[in-house]
């Protein structure tokens, strides 16, 4: 290649969607620009089907999402697809964009995503809703699926929070429930035939989706409602509409491709590494962990195929760090083969490892120390909750013997700081069990000045609490668990820093919990039903974006937007729901039965504890994929 | 064994800053396969240098980063082994072995010479097939600055500069006020001739018809560093003009040290 003239060199080679001067104001330009190492280029003149690809949070956030890479990945192997990626504007540049009518662009084209024939948005977490509003506002798309004409993209949702669609059923076109990865072919397949064939129309189009597994249109079911506001009958208007939608799960994960060759950011992702998924799915059963639920069967990726990956993965982008992606690393058959064969691999290569979610034990110490500064890091216990009530309640099978032992041996091991993650709010939670975290605490560093002598001790030890308040989730056991106003939550959080500070250990100690109201509004859109899609509008239209950052959280635009819709929070989060009520999500079937999960309720406040899959089936339903632990 | 990479940055890639072009970098080159040498300590880093960081919005055709490796490496091999794996906008220009008694780019750099432009809308580009097109009409035109000719600006170098004993300026720093004469940091400063050294007709290349283009060679390095930008700002009010923000463009020609001569020869 030649080397650029000063002329050349002061044109842009790629055409930009943003102009010179907006690129130069805003924070970060380089999110906007696409032209990334690794990112998909391909002709639309060749392709059939323009896709964009969103996740409606900022890009470093959005970047750092696997299931978006993999789908990119898997799409754009299509040789009829081009499917690009959108994030949500950072605030600087969505206020340029509205004020200048500049239409939102997927990065690769910088084109227009409202010419494009799908928009999919992942939906990871409940706040991001207005977010989900302002990405189809910046695209110049009518924000109500019924408004959006044929020649609009048709709007697909994704992600964990697609396990309750309802509150933004106004807004789709489409959900798809489970693996992304499986049908996409044959949904992709029949647009292209209908497009073709000239048989399409939007509606033609989504009555046959929805015979596809998976596929559910929200406009196509009708809601009645009971005088008490509960659900009387939730059934689909055509006979052609299937009444239960069943999640999609891949029974083989080696046999599905991964992408090896990811995009690779300029502007540094929150998650700056490789990403090695070694499973999928959680054999322990938490009661309050959607993502233990919905994503069984607990199915592992065989060793061979992991090396085979991070090694591509380390050709392919040069990365200095891999870590490992699953909800218990700790769980993989093969773990000390794969983290041997890793350390081998990547200390030749001046690769670091980061090795979330491990159990703390001899073994996983002893990794850590291979592959760790012992001074500057820190070890994580999650026990959830301070008692073993609670944790018993839970499900969460961690014991005081567990944690002084994985703590004494962390000690020995030269590591002083240690972070504590635990719940507040759970059901059955008496002020005895929310004292009993700093009790925990306390007697955590009083085993240090046990177990460490004065003179190989490093300062004071260090015990990070940390607290979030319990939110129930869809197909949880908890579903059928009441949330508490604001002012108890507060109240607890007090009552455990009140606490603590009285304790002998006080001085090692810290603590810090998340905003209370957040949580409030994230447990009514778990559990929130279509009637909420006003008020996410309504608070959207007041200015609400970007509510999972708390500096742009504003609980009281909320609170108005509940009473200009008349409809109470309460209602949603306050009530206790009985046995038999239908829940807005009941009509997906995730393969775990309702009576499974009502079976376990019972057994949560009975205190009652259930074995992890491996130990012994539960009978949670997931047997029928005949797949992973459950055909072992 | 200690390298010098030669490399322009140029196109969108204007609008990645330097910490992100060093982590491209550092990917780039572990992909390529180049032998990196690392720090010791607890956290090794790979011992990579940069000339001199590239302001956000700043084109160029001569950076200058420095490796070091753990064992000799084809020049040839490297530089073709590293386009490989560079982007729109990013190229390896060179691949030269450095002697051992070289000081590092960062503290060998002494002189940068620079184009300073007034941009003009709308921009060129190439498209995705590699068309040349003139891109939608949004965008204001700098129509100001059109009225004030070469010959004004030329004429005004020679007072504010050429036939000037000082420039003393005020630059402001986080603590204090500092007074500066720029006189001795400024090597050069003139118009170019846009009719000879550049495209005369942007209608056929499709590149840009630049209406004046300024050439300065600056003090640059940790002790006496003078940015583009802050010439500019001094020469053009004197004039009695302000320009825009982001008005005006900046293109980094190359970056300079001095041999043995005292000489400045390109890094």
């Keep these: 290649m030649m080397e650029p003239s000063f002329l050349e060199s002061i044109c842009n080679t790629r055409k930009l969607a943003l102009r010179d001067d907006i690129l130069l104001s805003v924070e970060k330009a380089a999110r906007y620009i696409g032209n990334e190492f690794g990112a998909v280029m391909k002709d639309k003149n060749e392709v059939a089907i323009r896709y964009a690809m969103c996740f409606p949070d900022v890009y470093e956030i959005g970047m750092s999402h696997l299931g978006i890479q993999i789908l990119y990945d898997m799409f754009n192997r299509r040789p009829d697809v081009w ?3 959108v994030y949500s504007p950072w605030t600087d540049a969505a206020e340029v964009m509205k004020r200048e009518g500049t239409p939102l662009f997927a990065l690769e084209s910088q084109e227009p995503i409202r010419t494009f024939d799908f928009l999919g948005m992942t939906l990871q977490y409940e706040m991001c809703y207005t977010n989900v509003l302002q990405v189809l506002d910046l695209a110049q798309l009518p924000l ?3 408004d959006r004409g044929e020649d609009d993209p048709i709007v697909i949702g994704g992600g964990p929070c697609t396990y309750n669609p309802e509150p933004l059923a106004d807004f789709f076109d489409l959900f798809f429930i489970g693996e992304g990865e499986a049908h996409y072919d044959e949904f992709f397949d029949l647009y292209r035939k209908m497009r073709t064939e000239n048989t399409y129309s939007k509606d033609a189009f989504l009555h046959a989706a929805a015979q596809i597994p998976g596929f559910y249109v929200p406009a196509f079911y009708e809601t009645t409602y009971h005088a008490d506001g509960t659900i009387a009958s939730f059934v689909p208007k055509f006979s052609d509409i299937p009444a239960t939608v069943k999640r999609q799960v891949i029974t083989v994960l080696d046999a599905s491709p991964y992408p090896t060759k990811p995009v690779l950011p300029f502007v540094q992702a929150t998650q700056d590494r490789m990403v090695l998924e070694i499973m999928r799915g959680c054999i322990r059963g938490c009661r309050f962990c959607q993502a233990g639920m919905i994503y069984r069967p607990n199915r592992e990726k065989s060793l061979d195929i992991l090396k085979k990956y991070a090694l591509e993965l380390i050709e392919a982008t040069g990365h200095h760090e891999i870590s490992l992606s699953s909800l218990s690393s700790s769980d993989y058959t093969r773990l000390p083969e794969l983290i041997d064969f890793l350390i081998d691999e990547c200390g030749k290569r001046h690769i670091n490892i980061s090795l979330p979610s491990l159990r703390i034990d001899a073994f996983s110490l002893d990794v850590m120390k291979k592959v760790q500064d ?8 999650a026990p959830e909750a301070g008692s073993q009530k609670m944790r018993n309640i839970i499900n969460k099978g961690l014991t005081e013997e567990d944690i002084f032992g994985g703590a ?7 590591w002083n700081k240690i972070k504590l993650y635990f719940m507040l709010g759970l059901p059955e939670e008496t002020d005895e069990d929310v004292t009993a975290i700093p009790r925990l605490a306390n007697e955590i560093a009083a085993l240090y000045y046990d177990t460490v002598p004065k003179e190989k001790r490093n300062g004071r030890c260090n015990i990070n609490i940390s607290t979030s308040f319990f939110v129930p989730k869809p197909f949880t056991p908890l579903q059928w668990a009441r949330m508490y106003p604001q002012e108890e ?3 607890r959080a007090h009552l455990l820093k009140e606490t603590m500070q009285g304790l002998l250990n006080h001085k090692s100690l810290s603590y810090q919990y998340h905003q209370a109201d957040a949580t409030i509004l994230e447990g009514v859109f778990a ?6 899609g006003r008020v996410i509008l309504t608070a959207y239209k007041a200015g609400a974006t970007f509510d999972a950052w708390s500096e742009y959280f504003d609980m009281n635009r909320w609170m108005d937007a509940f009473k200009e819709c008349g409809i109470d929070p309460d209602f949603y989060i306050m009530r206790d729901r009985g046995e038999d009520e239908i829940f807005p999500w009941d009509f997906i079937d995730t393969g775990i039965t309702k009576r499974f999960l009502l079976r376990e309720w019972q057994q949560a406040k009975e205190g009652v504890v259930t074995p992890n899959c491996r130990s012994r089936c539960s009978g949670c339903g997931c047997s029928a994929f005949e797949s992973g632990v459950c055909v072992r | 064994m200690r390298y010098r990479i030669r490399f322009a940055k140029y196109g969108v890639m204007r609008y990645v800053g330097h910490l992100d072009l060093m982590r491209f970098f550092q990917k780039a080159l572990n992909r390529a396969k180049v032998p990196l040498s690392y720090s010791k300590g607890y956290h090794p880093h ?11 919005g700043v084109t160029s055709g001569g950076e200058y980063m420095d490796i070091v490796t753990e064992e000799p490496i084809d020049a040839k091999n490297t530089l073709d082994a590293l386009n490989a794996q560079m982007v729109d906008g990013m190229l390896i220009v060179s691949v030269k072995e450095l002697s051992d008694k070289a000081k ?6 002494e002189a940068a010479a620079y184009y300073v432009y007034f941009k003009e809308y709308p921009f060129v580009r190439n498209d995705i097939s590699g068309n040349m097109s003139i891109l939608s009409e949004d965008g204001s035109s700098p129509a100001e600055l059109k009225k004030y000719d070469t010959d004004a600006f030329r004429e005004q170098i020679r007072t504010f500069y050429t036939n000037a004993d000082s420039i003393y300026i005020t630059k402001q720093t986080k603590k204090s006020e500092r007074k500066i004469d720029l006189k001795p940091l400024i090597y050069d400063f003139h118009v170019e001739d846009t009719t000879s050294s550049f495209s005369e007709n942007a209608e056929q290349t499709g590149l840009p018809d630049i209406n004046v283009v300024f050439y300065m060679l600056l003090s640059t390095g940790s002790t006496d560093n003078i940015k583009p930008e802050l010439v500019m700002e001094h020469f053009l009010s004197s004039m009695g003009i302000t320009p825009d923000a982001y008005q005006l463009g900046i293109h980094r020609v190359d970056m300079y040290r001095r041999d043995e001569k005292n000489e400045l020869v390109s890094l």
């Design chain 2, 46 to 56: 790979p011992l990579i240098s940069f000339a001199a960081p590239l302001s956000v």
């Design chain 1, 527 to 532: 559990r929130g039903d279509r009637r909420l």
């Design chain 1, 144 to 146: 109500l699926a019924k």
């Design chain 1, 83 to 85: 499917c690009e990626r």
């Design chain 2, 104 to 109: 590092n780019a960062m503290a060998a750099v």
């Design chain 1, 374 to 381: 012992v001074k500057k890091t820190s070890i994580t216990f």
């Design chain 1, 489 to 491: 939550y507060l109240r």
């Design chain 1, 408 to 414: 004494a041996l962390a000690f020995e091991g030269g």
